[in-house]
């Protein structure tokens, strides 16, 4: 991935203020399907189907994305299977901190405490890459 996929991800997230299924498809695709899409409405019209949010175009199904900006137990598990044996914590005040294993966290603010969590994810694979 990226840094520039993961700096829009992150712009995404700060105009956020709450759990997004669409955002969690494009969280989804970036990170763990790179050559594939988010789903839009046509998708689902094709098939004769109401357009559900959340999904990424799969060849030859839909993958349907965690909740992550939702769920605090969903961007936990995203923290573990993108930056193993990373620290991370959220605060009393929903400050969420994420490091990788011998890196420093930094704090991050996000309108809830999921989106706090996939915001210092997000930083702290930023932090990761070369620039």
Known sequence: MQNSDIAALIERVEKTECGSRDLDAQI????FF????????T???????PH???YIVGRPYFIKAEPYTASIDAAV???ERVLPGAFWKIDSFGIAFVAPPGRSPSPQQGATPA?????????ALQSQEPR
């Open 28 to 31: 989804e695709q970036a990170l």
């Open 52 to 54: 559900a949010p959340g």
């Open 115 to 123: 989106l706090a969590l996939i915001l210092a994810t997000l930083r």
């Open 77 to 79: 598990a995203l923290i």
């Open 43 to 49: 998708d689902f019209a094709n098939r004769g189907e």
């Open 34 to 41: 790179p050559d594939t899409r988010v789903a839009g409405p």
